[in-house]
């Protein structure tokens, strides 16, 4: 007789849903029958998001959440495993600031990208570890960024926030592995979302929030512990690398210069 396995609906958080990759990894993870929790300040279009998944028969709630309140984060992220012990969380929010070079970084504006972007992701996925170790289970996808992987004199702040990130993710990930909960790293190259449309330079290999969620979903399906996408810009950065530090820097400000 065939067995047939059916596999349950994952409960998922991800934070950042309320536009971009996260909102549209929302709606792909929900096609795909998982359970989900979306997390951002602005609840209204939470609530656009959670209607669209629902009217197609998915099942999303929307929390309000500011991940650079370290403690607030924490508390709702335990609030949601206290009734829903969460499969898997995706710290996905992240801010662009304002993208200015070194002489010009105001102090203030750097520490909300600090606050959100490596704090804030650390308070999203620091109070669900000892929960998933004691089920010996769990998977930890953290949305990172190909800036990660290249200095970029036009954007420190927001490219230092994005390797520390991936940096404790991969430091973490060996004792994670050893209490049952995978890891993924996702580094996306450019992806058009509210982040990106206040760019002012030409965004090669760009890709839509649809085909970004499809990989990086199919990365949570098959736990894959990197991801970095679209392959032609992966490979660029990585020839990049190889090249001495002041011919990159030109070539990164040459390929992000004013339209
Ligand atoms: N687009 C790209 O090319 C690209 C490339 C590499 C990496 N990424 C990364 O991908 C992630 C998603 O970005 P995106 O491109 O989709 O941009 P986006 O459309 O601007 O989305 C950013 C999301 O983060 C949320 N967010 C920002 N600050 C928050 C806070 N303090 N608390 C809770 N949520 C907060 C925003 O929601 P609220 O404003 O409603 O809070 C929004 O849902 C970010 O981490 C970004 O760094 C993007």
Not at 132 to 139: A, T, V, Y
Not at 219 to 242: C, E, H, N, Q, V
């Amino acid at each position: 007789m065939a067995v047939i396995t059916m596999s349950q609906p994952r409960n998922i958080l991800i934070t950042g849903a309320s536009s971009g990759i996260g909102a549209a990894l929302a709606v792909e993870l929900a096609r795909r029958g998982d359970r989900l929790w979306l997390g951002a300040r602005r609840v209204d279009k939470l609530d656009g998001i959670v209607a669209a998944i629902t009217a197609a028969g998915g099942v999303a709630t929307a929390v309000s959440m500011d991940v650079s309140d370290a403690a607030a984060c924490a508390r709702a992220v335990m609030a949601i495993d206290d009734a829903h012990p969460l499969d898997v969380v995706v710290a996905n929010a992240g801010v662009g600031g304002r993208g200015l070079r070194v002489f010009d970084i105001d102090i203030e504006d750097a520490a909300e990208v600090v606050a959100t972007n490596f704090t804030g992701a650390m308070a999203t996925i620091l109070p669900v570890l000892p929960r998933m170790k004691s089920r010996g289970r769990g998977h930890i996808v953290g949305v990172s960024s190909m800036a990660a992987d290249l200095s970029q004199p036009a954007a420190p702040v927001y490219g230092a926030t994005k390797a520390a990130f991936t940096f404790f993710l991969d430091s973490i990930a060996p004792d994670l592995a050893k209490a049952g909960i995978a890891t993924t790293i996702v580094h996306p190259g450019f992806v058009k979302s509210e982040m990106t449309d206040r760019n002012q330079f030409d965004m090669p290999f760009i890709v839509d929030t649809a085909t970004a969620a499809r990989d990086i979903a199919d990365a949570i399906d098959g736990k894959r512990s990197w991801l970095r996408f679209p392959w032609p810009i992966r490979l660029s950065m990585a020839l990049a690398t190889w090249l001495p530090r002041n011919w990159r820097a030109a070539l990164v400000d040459k390929t992000t210069k004013l339209r």
